[in-house]
């Protein structure tokens, strides 16, 4: 089965400082990841995914996240954060091992900026 | 285009109510998706569709039903409310596989006392 880790439930960070969020993942073969950012009040929107080829995604919003297949990682960065940033992060993992494979998302980060 | 359109934003329902969660998709989207999310879990799958006239269970699919009888449309029904459906519900749909970007409505919040 398929699993989703974010160990970091709340993360508070100063504007402009620089952001990491962490995210571990279990499953089979190599997996199709996402990060997804829901802003309060909002649904899901999708920040980033990755598949295959180059390890380091850029995404939206000044995002990026590198692929570590020996850690088993998935990690969120951003150089600057912006008072806008602060929301909650979903790290989430899917793939076709074995078919249709849905997707199974983390319990999120709650991102909170401070000025 | 609207996106992933959402009806309604809040509901209060009473235990053994029912009612259905309406779902709307204007991106001729094959994929459609209900989802709850409960504080400090994430989101979880209550169904799917993988296009009109096929559904199939998620994660958590006890106390929900779905229908699709087009492509735009996804709505979920709850039949005898109970206050652990008290959650927010998401739908949300995809152009193909779930490894496609899921495009998300805004939400309804539902509570059952």
């Known amino acids: 089965a398929q699993s989703v880790t974010q160990p970091d439930i709340h993360i508070t960070v100063s504007e402009g400082a620089s952001l990491e969020l962490r995210c571990n993942y279990s499953y089979g073969a190599t997996p199709y990841l996402f990060w997804y950012v829901q802003s309060p009040g909002q649904g899901l929107q999708l920040l980033l995914k990755y598949f295959s080829g180059d390890t380091l995604v850029q995404g939206i919003k000044g995002f990026e996240a590198e692929f570590k297949r020996s850690q088993s990682s998935f990690n969120l960065r951003k150089p ?3 008072w806008s940033d602060a929301a909650e992060y979903f790290c989430a993992v899917g793939g076709t091992l074995f078919g249709n494979e849905k997707l199974t998302f983390g319990t999120g980060t709650r991102l909170t900026i401070i000025p | 285009n609207a996106g992933v359109t959402q009806t309604p934003k809040f509901r209060i329902l009473k235990i053994g109510q029912s009612m259905t ?6 991106m001729n989207h094959n994929y459609m998706y209900w989802y709850r999310q409960d504080p400090g879990m994430g989101l979880k799958l209550i169904y799917y ?6 559904t199939d269970k998620g994660e958590v699919p006890n106390g929900y039903n779905v229908s699709r009888s087009t492509t735009e449309d996804f709505p979920l029904r709850l039949e005898l409310a109970a206050p652990s459906q008290t959650s927010v519900y998401f739908c949300a749909s ?3 596989l779930p490894t496609d970007t899921q495009y998300f ?3 309804t919040r539902l509570t059952v006392l």
Do not use: R, W
Not at chain 2, 21 to 26: A, G, H, I, K, V
Not at chain 2, 49 to 54: D, E, F, K, T, Y
């Open chain 2, 105 to 107: 409505g805004p939400g």
């Open chain 2, 49 to 54: 569709s993988v296009g009109a006239g096929i």
């Open chain 2, 94 to 96: 995809s152009l193909g």
């Open chain 2, 21 to 26: 969660l309406q779902c709307t998709q204007d």
């Open chain 1, 80 to 82: 600057s954060v912006h």
